[in-house]
T-cell receptor
Framework: AQSVTQLGSHVSVSEGALVLLRCNYS??????LFWYVQYPNQGLQLLLK??????LVKGINGFEAEFKKSETSFHLTKPSAHMSDAAEYFC??????????????FGQGTILTVHP | GAGVSQSPRYKVTKRGQDVALRCDPI?????LYWYRQALGQGPEFLTY????????KSGLPNDRFSAERPEGSISTLTIQRTEQRDSAMYRC????????????FGQGTRLTVV
C-alpha cells in the first residue's frame, strides 16, 4: 500500500523568496515519486519525477526535489518564487517498475500563493 | 491529437440519470487512466487500460461505475443512476506505456449531480 502526505494545504511566499513544499510518502516497495502542478482550468502538468536515478531531480520552471529515503521525503523547492508559480501542487507516488506507471497515489495538494 | 481531450468539459445531470464521460488520449498512447478528484483533494485512481484491456479497476467505487476502451483508443467512463456524491472532477490521463513514461492529463470533466 502507498500513501502521500503533503504538509500544509496552503503556502504563501513573497515574490523572490524560497519556495518549499513538503511531501512525505509511505510505500512498501521502492517508489517512483512525482510532483504535478495544476493551474486553474487546466490539466495536471508534470513538474519533475524521481525514478531511482539521481536523488536530486531538476524539473521545469526552476523547480527541483530531493529524494531522501531515510526521511521518506520528496520535498519540492525553488530558490526564488515568481508570480506565475501560483498554482496547486500535488505530490504523487507509484510503485517502481511494472506496467502501472501511471497508477498514481496523490497527496491532497498544496495551494501556493505568491505575494508581490 | 496534441493532448488528452475530455468531453464534455462540464456536465450537470439529475440524480438517477446515467452519464457517459469521454476521453480521447494522445495518439499512440498505450495506457489510459481514469481518476476522480473531489473538491480540495488530490486525484484518486479509478481504473486503467493497456490497449483495450482493462488492467485494474480496483478504484471504481461501486458497480454503478464502469469503463471501456473497445478499440484501444477512446475510452468512456459511465456512471449509472448518478447520485449527488458522484459530483467531482473526472480526469483522464494517457501514457506511452513504457515503464518510465509520463502520464499526460486532460483538463477533466466537471460533473455535477443535482
Amino acid at each position: 500500500a502507498q500513501s502521500v502526505t503533503q504538509l500544509g494545504s496552503h503556502v504563501s511566499v513573497s515574490e523572490g523568496a524560497l519556495v518549499l513544499l513538503r511531501c512525505n510518502y509511505s510505500s512498501s516497495v521502492p517508489p517512483y515519486l512525482f510532483w504535478y502542478v495544476q493551474y486553474p482550468n487546466q490539466g495536471l502538468q508534470l513538474l519533475l519525477k524521481y525514478t531511482s536515478a539521481a536523488t536530486l531531480v531538476k524539473g521545469i520552471n526552476g523547480f527541483e526535489a530531493e529524494f531522501k529515503k531515510s526521511e521518506t521525503s520528496f520535498h519540492l523547492t525553488k530558490p526564488s518564487a515568481h508570480m506565475s508559480d501560483a498554482a496547486e501542487y500535488f505530490c504523487a507516488v507509484s510503485p517502481a517498475g511494472g506496467t502501472s506507471y501511471g497508477k498514481l497515489t496523490f497527496g491532497q495538494g498544496t495551494i501556493l500563493t505568491v505575494h508581490p | 491529437g496534441a493532448g488528452v481531450s475530455q468531453s464534455p468539459r462540464y456536465k450537470v445531470t439529475k440524480r438517477g440519470q446515467d452519464v457517459a464521460l469521454r476521453c480521447d488520449p494522445i495518439s499512440g498512447h498505450v495506457s489510459l487512466y481514469w481518476y476522480r478528484q473531489a473538491l480540495g483533494q488530490g486525484p484518486e485512481f479509478l481504473t486503467y487500460f493497456n490497449y483495450e484491456a482493462q488492467q485494474d479497476k480496483s478504484g471504481l467505487p461501486n458497480d454503478r461505475f464502469s469503463a471501456e476502451r473497445p478499440e484501444g483508443s477512446i475510452s468512456t467512463l459511465t456512471i449509472q443512476r448518478t447520485e449527488q456524491r458522484d459530483s467531482a472532477m473526472y480526469r483522464c490521463a494517457s501514457a506511452a506505456g513504457t515503464v518510465t513514461s509520463e502520464a499526460f492529463f486532460g483538463q477533466g470533466t466537471r460533473l455535477t449531480v443535482v
